[in-house]
């Protein structure tokens, strides 16, 4: 068994730059190009101890410069190793990633990176045509990122070798783990040689990843730079009691209190996500949608029209959008809070980036009560209530309804000003019409499938 865990805390010394890290000409000069000097908190302690050869936990939420802190080290020692090309079929570096599109993230910085080095570099995942990758694959890898299921889809058709992975990278452990990846990922591990260097990073540690950790890294160094599940302090959150039947009147209004700006807006299934978009269409607003049932094409252009301002609403399951790391959201909101509370601060961490504020509404029906109180729970304090648009009911569906009244009467804030939405829905004096959105359980083994990605 590998094991023994050192622990080192967050300092925040903005003072360093990434030449003081111990990094190269050739990566420098691409970061200089990139307008990238000044490294983040994870990039200050991972660096070095990566360059070190040092296995790592890294703890820390997405857009905290993570990629960079793996990826930078790792492309230098690659490039000092005096093994040279990858055999055919073979790969050097193995990054997995739990969702296509994180992926595509990761193998651009990497490219990004690696532009004045003699390394190549290939991502691989579901949704595309394998033969492409199994025609890059051949010729032997230095840096491949990949989904798991795809990877051994690849490893079953013998396109691809583990027996030289050199550094093994698992990013967002937890989120692999949530989405049924931890089989894959173990026979993954047992694929690859015993001595490599394995980081891991997560934005949380249960303890099945804890255990995971244990059990294939050795003497690893713990490196926190935010307490595991802490929402962005410059994020103003509230909640919203609304009707499931007037959820997409509510959403319609918010968008248009904040027209043209960038709004994320997550649901819990992909039918769902379909029907918001549905909804937001017929209310005159242009949306687009990204899930697992899209083709990675849809899903491609989907988020290059969010990143250029094109088609500012993004509707995205929490898969879909794991990883997601556009600067300028200016709203997310929770059309379906989350059945997991720890989702919900990776969810509205889509906000608020590189030192911006943000906003973030929950629309909470009758039934989604006990989801908000573990979300409060979790985030050690009590949303602000935010009244509904005028025309739309105030109370919660069902039961709960009866008790909410004293609460909102305490924490309630004035009510959004009528916007470029508003008016939508407003024809019968109920909203928009739309189909309940019920909460639907996932009853096929309980798990979600792991090829999803």
Same mark, same amino acid.
């Given at each position: 068994?590998?094991?023994?865990?050192?622990?080192?805390a967050?300092?925040?010394?903005?003072?360093?730059?990434?030449?003081?890290?111990?990094?190269?000409?050739?990566?420098?000069?691409?970061? !200089?190009?990139?307008?990238?000097?000044?490294?983040?908190p994870?990039?200050v302690?991972?660096?070095?101890?990566?360059?070190?050869?040092?296995?790592?936990?890294?703890?820390?939420?997405?857009?905290?410069?993570k990629?960079?802190?793996?990826?930078?080290?790792?492309?230098?020692?690659l490039?000092?190793?005096?093994?040279?090309?990858?055999?055919p079929?073979?790969?050097?570096?193995?990054?997995?990633?739990?969702?296509?599109?994180?992926?595509?993230?990761?193998?651009?910085?990497?490219?990004?990176?690696?532009?004045?080095?003699?390394?190549?570099?290939?991502?691989?995942f579901?949704g595309?045509?394998?033969?492409?990758?199994?025609?890059?694959?051949?010729?032997?890898?230095?840096?491949?990122?990949?989904?798991?299921?795809?990877?051994?889809?690849?490893?079953?058709?013998?396109? =691809?070798?583990?027996?030289?992975? !050199?550094?093994?990278?698992?990013? !967002?452990?937890?989120?692999?783990?949530?989405?049924?990846?931890?089989?894959? @990922?173990?026979?993954?591990l047992?694929?690859?040689?015993?001595?490599?260097?394995?980081?891991?990073?997560?934005?949380?540690m249960?303890?099945?990843?804890?255990?995971?950790?244990?059990?294939?890294?050795d003497?690893?160094?713990?490196?926190?730079?935010?307490?595991?599940?802490?929402?962005? *302090?410059r994020? *103003?959150?509230?909640?919203?009691?609304?009707?499931?039947?007037?959820?997409?009147?509510?959403?319609?209004?918010?968008?248009?209190?904040?027209?043209?700006?960038?709004? @994320?807006?997550?649901?819990?299934?992909?039918?769902?996500?379909?029907?918001?978009?549905?909804?937001?269409?017929?209310?005159?607003?242009?949306?687009?949608?990204?899930?697992?049932?899209?083709?990675?094409?849809?899903?491609v252009?989907?988020?290059?029209?969010?990143?250029?301002?094109?088609?500012p609403?993004?509707?995205?399951?929490?898969?879909?959008?794991?990883?997601?790391?556009?600067?300028?959201?200016?709203? =997310?909101?929770?059309?379906?809070?989350?059945?997991?509370?720890?989702?919900?601060?990776?969810?509205?961490?889509?906000?608020?980036?590189?030192?911006?504020?943000?906003l973030? =509404?929950?629309?909470?029906?009758? *039934?989604?009560?006990?989801?908000l109180?573990? @979300?409060?729970?979790?985030?050690?304090?009590?949303?602000?209530?935010?009244?509904?648009?005028?025309?739309?009911?105030?109370?919660? *569906?069902?039961?709960?309804?009866?008790? !909410?009244?004293?609460?909102?009467?305490?924490?309630?804030?004035?009510?959004?000003?009528?916007?470029?939405?508003?008016?939508?829905?407003?024809?019968?004096?109920?909203?928009?019409?739309?189909?309940?959105?019920?909460?639907?359980?996932?009853?096929?083994?309980?798990?979600?499938?792991?090829?999803a990605?």
């Amino acid at each position: 068994m590998r094991q023994g865990f050192a622990r080192i805390a967050s300092q925040k010394d903005y003072t360093l730059k990434f030449i003081d890290l111990g990094l190269e000409g050739p990566l420098l000069s691409a970061l !200089e190009a990139l307008g990238h000097d000044t490294p983040t908190p994870i990039q200050v302690k991972a660096i070095p101890t990566i360059l070190d050869g040092r296995d790592v936990v890294g703890l820390a939420q997405t857009g905290t410069g993570k990629t960079g802190a793996f990826s930078l080290p790792l492309l230098q020692r690659l490039a000092a190793s005096s093994k040279g090309r990858p055999a055919p079929k073979s790969v050097r570096a193995l990054i997995l990633s739990p969702t296509r599109e994180l992926a595509a993230q990761i193998h651009q910085s990497v490219r990004d990176y690696s532009k004045n080095l003699k390394l190549n570099s290939m991502v691989v995942f579901g949704g595309v045509s394998i033969r492409p990758q199994i025609a890059n694959a051949a010729r032997g890898v230095d840096v491949m990122i990949a989904t798991p299921g795809r990877l051994l889809d690849l490893i079953d058709q013998k396109a =691809v070798s583990l027996h030289g992975v !050199e550094t093994l990278i698992l990013d !967002e452990a937890d989120q692999m783990l949530d989405i049924g990846f931890l089989p894959a @990922i173990r026979r993954i591990l047992g694929m690859v040689p015993g001595k490599r260097q394995t980081l891991l990073f997560s934005a949380t540690m249960p303890k099945e990843i804890r255990k995971l950790a244990a059990d294939h890294l050795d003497r690893p160094l713990e490196i926190a730079v935010t307490p595991a599940a802490t929402p962005v *302090e410059r994020i *103003e959150q509230s909640v919203m009691y609304i009707g499931t039947r007037a959820k997409p009147a509510a959403a319609a209004h918010l968008v248009g209190e904040h027209h043209g700006k960038r709004v @994320i807006i997550f649901t819990r299934t992909k039918h769902g996500a379909d029907r918001v978009v549905k909804s937001l269409d017929q209310a005159g607003f242009a949306a687009a949608a990204i899930h697992g049932n899209k083709s990675q094409n849809n899903r491609v252009k989907a988020l290059a029209a969010f990143k250029d301002g094109s088609c500012p609403i993004l509707v995205a399951t929490d898969i879909a959008a794991r990883g997601i790391d556009v600067p300028g959201v200016e709203l =997310v909101i929770n059309y379906d809070l989350p059945n997991v509370p720890e989702v919900y601060v990776h969810r509205i961490g889509r906000t608020a980036r590189a030192g911006a504020s943000g906003l973030a =509404v929950s629309l909470v029906s009758g *039934e989604d009560k006990s989801l908000l109180r573990d @979300i409060e729970r979790l985030i050690k304090r009590h949303l602000d209530v935010v009244a509904p648009p005028a025309g739309l009911p105030v109370a919660m *569906e069902g039961d709960d309804a009866r008790n !909410e009244p004293r609460r909102q009467q305490q924490n309630q804030k004035p009510r959004f000003g009528a916007g470029a939405g508003a008016k939508q829905g407003a024809k019968n004096g109920t909203g928009m019409p739309g189909r309940p959105n019920r909460r639907r359980r996932r009853t096929r083994g309980g798990k979600p499938q792991a090829k999803a990605a």
